[in-house]
């Protein structure tokens, strides 16, 4: 039994459609989902916590620890670059309404993340290790309750024009903050 190739061709079609439209998702985790978010809700964007961080497996100190100084240094750095970057692009999102403070109530909420796992990745030459950070974000309200909660990923790939740890987690704060703000306004209702 022969199959038409106009049938074949569109099969074809909609499993690379399907493949595509579930790829480039972002990768989200979504752990509790309230409801109580809307279109017109605030946040105040907390500085990143780094809150039992694991780094490479271990915990943050005993990662740093480990380091010589000038690498130690290196990671306050991208530690506090990466504190900057991810809320400048939560920030800067159009979609989502931020304010710098002001009191928590009913309409406005703490957005709280906090890093959970870095695998720094390296680039040596020819052998290379992607670099994935590993966030957990939580929707606080004015009682401290967690209101919402979601964790997101993001994977940078290490080579010869991103050589450093540093700027690897730079980006993946960056693309961290811009995935918290896609989610936050595709999940709120109207």
């Given at each position: 039994?022969?199959?038409?190739?106009?049938r074949?061709?569109?099969?074809?079609?909609?499993?690379?459609?399907?493949?595509?439209?579930?790829?480039c998702q972002?990768r989200?985790?979504?752990?509790?989902?309230s409801?109580?978010?809307?279109?017109d809700?605030?946040f105040?964007?907390?500085?990143?916590?780094?809150?039992?961080?694991?780094i490479?497996?271990?915990?943050?100190?005993q990662w740093?620890?480990?380091?010589?100084?000038?690498?130690?240094?290196?990671?306050?750095e991208?530690?506090?670059?990466m504190?900057?970057?991810?809320?400048?692009?939560?920030?800067?999102?159009?979609?989502?309404?931020?304010?710098?403070?002001?009191?928590?109530?009913?309409?406005?909420?703490?957005?709280?993340?906090?890093?959970?796992t870095?695998?720094?990745?390296?680039?040596?030459?020819?052998?290379?290790?992607?670099?994935?950070?590993?966030?957990?974000?939580?929707?606080?309200?004015?009682?401290?309750?967690?209101?919402?909660?979601f964790?997101?990923?993001?994977?940078?790939?290490?080579?010869?024009?991103?050589?450093?740890?540093?700027?690897?987690?730079?980006?993946?704060?960056?693309?961290?903050?811009?995935?918290t703000?896609?989610y936050?306004?595709?999940?709120?209702?109207?």
């Amino acid at each position: 039994m022969s199959t038409h190739p106009l049938r074949t061709l569109t099969r074809a079609f909609l499993a690379l459609s399907l493949t595509l439209l579930f790829a480039c998702q972002p990768r989200v985790s979504v752990v509790k989902q309230s409801g109580r978010i809307h279109s017109d809700t605030k946040f105040v964007v907390e500085p990143l916590h780094f809150d039992g961080t694991k780094i490479d497996g271990v915990p943050e100190a005993q990662w740093v620890a480990n380091k010589p100084e000038d690498q130690r240094k290196l990671w306050e750095e991208s530690r506090a670059t990466m504190i900057a970057a991810y809320g400048e692009r939560v920030k800067n999102d159009s979609a989502l309404r931020v304010t710098e403070e002001g009191p928590l109530g009913p309409n406005t909420f703490a957005l709280r993340a906090n890093v959970e796992t870095i695998e720094a990745g390296f680039f040596q030459g020819i052998v290379v290790k992607e670099t994935e950070v590993r966030i957990d974000v939580r929707v606080v309200d004015d009682q401290g309750a967690v209101v919402d909660e979601f964790r997101l990923r993001s994977v940078v790939p290490a080579g010869a024009t991103n050589p450093s740890i540093g700027g690897r987690v730079r980006s993946a704060a960056t693309d961290l903050g811009g995935k918290t703000a896609t989610y936050l306004t595709s999940h709120a209702s109207s």
